[in-house]
């Protein structure tokens, strides 16, 4: 497993712009599939992106598509989420996640590895 450290999360208007990292411990980065998560109060946790470990295949929830971009520097050991046009709705705990299953689900039990979380809060 990798210990995985979220940052990056805070206040921002509707309309704005948000980049979250995570750091990753470990050699074994790059084995990794790498994700995002969010939990809003009061819902379950839904997935929102995901990377393989080359960075050359990237998946995304219908409701970020087109607005979020997952990308991953291996050399850093580090996963990126950027978040343009964000939405009140948008607000939630984010969380980085890994799993070395390359056949993974986009869904809570398939990863294993979790981050703390960092808050992000979109205003109207």
């Known amino acids: 497993q ?5 940052s990056g999360g805070g206040l921002v208007q509707a ?3 948000l980049r979250l990292s995570c ?3 470990g050699r074994t980065f790059s084995r990794h599939v790498m ?8 819902k379950e946790r839904e997935f929102v992106a995901a990377i393989s470990g080359s960075g050359f295949s990237t998946y995304y929830a219908d409701s970020v598509k087109d607005r979020f971009t997952i990308s991953r520097d291996n050399a850093k050991n580090t ?4 978040m343009n ?13 890994a799993t070395t299953n390359a056949l ?8 294993g590895s ?10 109207s």
């Not at 046009?85 to 996640?97: F, G, M, N, Q, R």
């Open 79 to 82: 996963v990126y989420l950027q």
């Open 35 to 42: 994700g995002w998560f969010r939990q809003a109060p009061g």
């Open 114 to 123: 979790w981050g703390q979380g960092t808050q992000v809060t979109v205003s």
């Open 15 to 17: 309309g704005g712009s």
């Open 2 to 6: 990798v210990q995985l450290v979220e």
């Open 23 to 25: 750091a990753a411990s």
């Open 85 to 97: 046009s964000l939405k009140p709705e948008d607000t939630a705990v984010y969380y980085c996640a």
């Open 104 to 111: 993974f689900r986009p869904e809570r039990a398939a990863f």
